[in-house]
């Protein structure tokens, strides 16, 4: 295992899980501003389960990022 790269995985892994914790803030944005129109809110919802569902695998992805290096010391 090269430690410098896991080190830039797991960087790149935080990166994303702060952009999607910001999709995931926006979305739900989104979905009162629909809701106070009274406009639809099933394909804004959806959105916001894909995005919550992304944001657990990248979790889980950058946990297995961080036990790799664990092992590696």
Same mark, same amino acid.
């Given at each position: 295992?090269?430690?410098? =790269? ?8 935080? =990166?994303? !899980? ?5 999709? !995931?803030?926006?979305?739900?944005? !989104? ?13 804004? !919802?959806?959105?916001? =389960? ?24």
């Amino acid at each position: 295992m090269n430690a410098e =790269r896991e080190h830039k995985h797991l960087a790149q892994a935080d =990166r994303h !899980i702060a952009e999607l914790k910001k999709d !995931i803030a926006r979305q739900w944005q !989104i979905i009162e501003e629909l809701s106070m129109g009274g406009q639809p809110l099933h394909e804004a !919802i959806s959105m916001l =389960r894909l995005l919550k569902d992304h944001l657990r695998v990248m979790e889980r992805h950058r946990q297995s990022i961080l036990d790799e290096l664990e092992k590696a010391k």
